[in-house]
């Protein structure tokens, strides 16, 4: 409703949001409830203007064409998505509607559309790094007003998650709403942000902002978390994470096959193993390394994983697992509540060498020194990984070398799946063959 384009052009307009029935099958319960749960939020603010939010299901042309002639509307408002899916339905809803209504879509999502920035030769960025350096000499918008709307007063038409067909969400979700995101935001801005480049990397501390579900969703716009944050020398390093949002953006624009494929393009296809009881041990957090269980059991409990350790994470699967980066994105899709597809892919991506400004090949998570660099005392990790909360920090950073019998007297934890130093000589050789090059 605050800061979005479409709403902010709204004359005597009558709101809605229309599940669409074609992406229940790529969603997930976990991500179906935080948006229910925000859409109740979001009702209630239209409620407290004299208006309301009318929530239907179906096939959203068919849909707002029926509330068209219903409502006698002229004009049509929207927000265009970069996604594929989304993007073929912006284009299938004004091809049908515009016959009987003025159909209007507006960029919302990013300070900076994936068309407004290009390379000297009008070519898109797959360097970041030149393209953050236009990215951010280019004027930022304001936030926007919060348009005209009908009176209304609909009945509580929001359905729950197992009326769409999903499982109950087991977990607790996080508070919903933009006046909860602008909270986090403030917050963020008034202290944590001056300590941001110290502590972002740093899972056992609370220094990020934690605004990605609600920058995800819409729930809260992202000029007004700009406008938060611009001024404030501390600053440039959050704001930078904000240019990363934009440039997956535009890449998945221009390279939408980007979902399904590597963007980068190897000699030979690489030769990934697949193994699916490791896979399985990843998932479950109990490969035996601990700041990748740590993570990954986080992310089964919270729906949220802290930045450092995607990494770590995505790296252990895709260079000491040897696991297609593609079956960890689609594990993410379905655990994340902040899953974005530009950002989720462009990550898994990065970490697996195939993507846009891909770390190299060569360069391989060591995933014992991450723990011991990035929680030396362990506090992440003995909090998601209970088995360890008795074992001294030293012996936790060292797992891997210990012996069976020095590891079964200091807890049950499991040994580690797979060795890395053996692995990494596997991932090397794995990617030398797909880039056509010799072993020698």
């Keep these: 409703m605050y800061d979005n384009k479409a709403v902010s052009e709204a004359e005597n307009a009558v709101p809605v949001f229309v599940i669409d029935e074609k992406i229940l099958d790529k969603a997930s319960n976990r991500r179906m409830k935080w948006l229910l749960k925000n859409l109740r939020s979001l009702k209630d603010d239209y ?14 042309v068919s849909v707002i064409g029926q509330m068209v002639e219903s409502y006698d509307a002229d004009r049509v408002l929207f927000n265009k998505s970069y996604t594929p899916t989304g993007r073929d339905r912006d284009e299938q809803f004004k091809d049908e509607l515009s016959g009987h209504a003025v159909v209007e879509s507006f960029h919302d999502r990013v300070l900076h559309t994936p068309e407004s920035i290009y390379t000297n030769k009008g070519t898109p960025y797959s360097v970041f790094t030149y393209y953050h350096k236009k990215w951010k000499k280019r004027e930022k918008e304001e936030p926007m007003n919060v348009g005209g709307f009908q009176d209304l007063d609909e009945e509580d038409n929001i359905p729950n998650v197992t009326d ?101 393009s190897y000699e030979q296809p690489i030769q990934w193993e697949n193994d699916e009881e490791l896979f399985e041990k990843w998932k479950n957090g109990n490969t035996g390394y601990p700041i990748v269980d740590a993570g990954m059991r986080q992310l089964k409990q919270e729906g949220y994983m802290h930045n450092r350790v ?131």
Aim: proline fraction near 5%; glycine fraction near 6%; aromatic fraction near 12%.
């Design 47 to 60: 409620r407290d203007i004299g208006s309301d939010l009318i929530v239907k299901q179906g096939d959203p």
């Design 164 to 264: 769409l067909g999903f499982e109950p969400v087991s977990i607790e979700l996080p508070e919903a709403g933009t006046d909860v995101a602008r909270k986090k935001l403030r917050s963020f801005c008034s202290e944590d942000i001056e300590e941001y480049s110290d502590s972002r990397d740093y899972p056992s501390e609370d220094g990020t902002s934690r605004l990605s579900a609600y920058m995800s969703y819409g729930v809260i716009g992202i000029r007004e978390v700009w406008e938060e944050t611009d001024g404030k020398e501390s600053a440039s390093e959050f704001q930078e994470q904000l240019a990363w949002r934009d440039f997956y953006t535009q890449v998945l624009y221009h390279n939408p096959s980007v979902v399904t494929e590597n963007y980068k």
């Design 310 to 440: 995607r990494m770590i994470v995505a790296s252990f699967l895709t260079k000491d697992l040897l696991i297609d980066w593609r079956w960890g994105y689609n594990w993410f899709r379905n655990m994340l509540i902040d899953h974005d597809v530009a950002n989720n892919n462009g990550g898994w991506q990065w970490a697996a060498s195939t993507g846009t400004d891909a770390q190299p090949y060569f360069r391989i998570f060591n995933p014992m020194s991450q723990g011991e660099r990035y929680d030396p005392k362990a506090k992440y990790i003995k909090k998601y990984v209970p088995e360890l909360q008795g074992v001294e920090p030293e012996l936790i950073h060292s797992w891997n070398e210990l012996s069976e019998e020095e590891r079964n007297e200091a807890t049950d934890y499991p040994s580690p799946v797979i060795k890395h130093s053996e692995r990494r000589e596997q991932a090397l050789s794995m990617y030398k063959t797909a880039r056509g090059e010799s072993e020698d």
